[in-house]
């Protein structure tokens, strides 16, 4: 189904229901796992979202900042060489960052067209049309997907195309679905086409564990947030404050792991999944993994997609890192 202004198309792949039913099938699949598990997406509801944005001004989260620092520093030079006149956003949110971008295609007069692409309708629109209004040439056609499904529906480019996964949201995903992503995005390239893709980087435990237990408690709070979101979208009966946040660097795996736990034994009722589950407090519920990387193994990860690394960026403090990559071959 597509909606569509003069300036402005929107093409819709997900439904509300269809999104309530698949949330309820990954949910119940988690929750009836060993270990216990749930999927991050779901973090994201509207308070879930505000409750990111606070993370991301806190001063232990250096992730964003350190992100659009290297970004602003790069725009410039990386529009300058390929010429990009098409931006295709995997996640797009509010497309915070992404006007470093516009504004460097806008001042080399090669700014054509913005394909955002993210699950949530409401937020694409708005920042589609915020857009609108700021760059007076630029056409946007959103999509509204799921990353992990519809990918193939991004429309084709009309000019050299840039594909941005930005925040190392990459990391959210393990190493198998990391390769069909990437795979699929590598689909969207042409010959002249790129990604850039953000990763955060393995660097000191304390440092990355500091980011995800910060002193004010808001992740905590985002953590738990996410059984607030199953119980206002599947009428579930989790009692959020009887469970206790848990995150920490796995070294095996070069990921953090984000953790629920419960204080006692719960038993939680799902009538959306048909499922009643049982919570001990020796078990976990694991929320959120966020894979660290490092250049050889970004590179490892790009070319198992048939992708090559073609320019590595970072910060002085090797902090984080944004990859340009290019199909292989071109």
């Keep these: 189904m597509a909606a569509s202004g003069e300036r ?4 819709r792949y997900v439904s509300d229901s269809g999104v309530l039913h698949g949330m309820a099938e990954e949910v119940a ?5 060993q270990p216990k598990w749930l999927p991050s997406k779901y973090f994201y509801d509207e308070r879930g979202s505000a409750l990111f944005e606070e993370i991301t001004q806190l001063p232990e989260y250096y992730q964003t900042r350190t992100e659009a620092a290297i970004l602003r520093a790069i725009a410039g030079a990386l529009i300058a060489r390929f010429g990009f006149g098409s931006l295709v956003e995997i996640g797009s949110g509010s497309a915070t960052k992404t006007r470093l971008l516009l504004d460097a295609m806008e001042r080399q007069g090669v700014l054509r067209e913005y394909v955002p692409f993210d699950v949530s309708e409401s937020i694409l629109r708005a920042s589609a049309e915020a857009l609108l209004r700021a760059y007076p040439t630029l056409t946007v056609h959103g999509v509204v997907g799921d990353f992990q499904q519809h990918l193939d529906r991004v429309p084709p480019a009309s000019s050299r195309r840039l594909a941005i996964f930005l925040g190392s949201t990459i990391g959210n995903l393990d190493r198998e679905e990391r390769r069909v992503f990437l795979s699929r995005v590598r689909g969207m390239l042409r010959v002249g086409d ?11 435990i304390a440092r990355l564990e500091a980011a995800y237990n910060d002193a004010a408690g808001v992740t905590a709070e985002f953590n738990r947030n996410i059984l607030c979101a199953i119980n206002n979208a599947l009428a579930a009966d989790f009692i959020p404050d009887a469970y206790r946040h848990r995150a920490f660097f796995n070294m095996e795996e070069e990921r953090i792991e984000m953790h629920l ?7 939680v009722t799902l009538p959306a999944c048909g ?15 966020s894979c660290k990387f490092t250049r050889e193994s970004t590179t490892e990860m790009l070319e198992s997609a048939g992708l090559d690394l073609d320019e590595w960026h970072t910060d002085d403090q090797q902090l984080f890192a944004l990859a340009v990559a290019v199909p292989r071959g071109a």
């Design 8 to 11: 402005l198309v929107l093409d």
């Design 29 to 33: 699949r988690g929750l009836t796992a």
């Design 194 to 204: 790129a990604l850039l893709l953000g990763v955060d980087l393995v660097k000191d």
């Design 261 to 267: 736990i419960p204080d006692s034994p719960q038993r």
């Design 275 to 289: 499922i009643v589950v049982d919570i001990d407090p020796a078990e976990t519920i694991r929320t959120e993994i």
